[in-house]
């Protein structure tokens, strides 16, 4: 029903910056909840942000007051700004879209993933 595509990710020096973008489309109820979870080699997918359709925020304790996720609901679209960027970011990053009928569903979606590699 909804299509997330995510755009933005690259290669970067150690210290420098990315914005990572995401878009959702498609048969849309209600976006709640979208966020970026990122997946390193041999290691379990890990959350790294969400922000509620309100605003509210939470960030991984690891991308506190580096990262800033910010969105836009008459797009629905979700971006990520990534600042004073560590090789210990490198990473895929995914972006999750949380969809509600109220009274009928919720639905999660996940994009295709981008990769960000910070080189030291």
């Known amino acids: 029903q909804v299509q997330v595509v995510e755009s933005g990710g690259g290669l970067v020096q150690a210290g420098g910056s990315l914005r990572l973008s995401c878009s959702a489309s498609g048969s849309i109820f209600s976006i709640n909840t979208m966020g970026w979870y990122r997946q390193a080699p041999g290691k379990q997918r890990e959350l790294v942000a969400t922000?509620?359709?309100?605003?509210?925020?939470n960030y991984a304790d690891s991308v506190k007051g580096r990262f800033a996720i910010s969105r836009d609901n008459a797009k629905n679209t979700v971006y990520l700004q990534m600042n004073s960027l560590k090789p210990e970011d490198t990473a895929v990053y995914y972006c999750n879209v949380r969809d509600q009928r109220m009274g009928v569903g919720t639905w999660n979606y996940w994009g295709q993933g981008t990769q960000v590699t910070v080189s030291s």
């Open positions: 922000i509620t359709s309100g605003g509210s925020t």
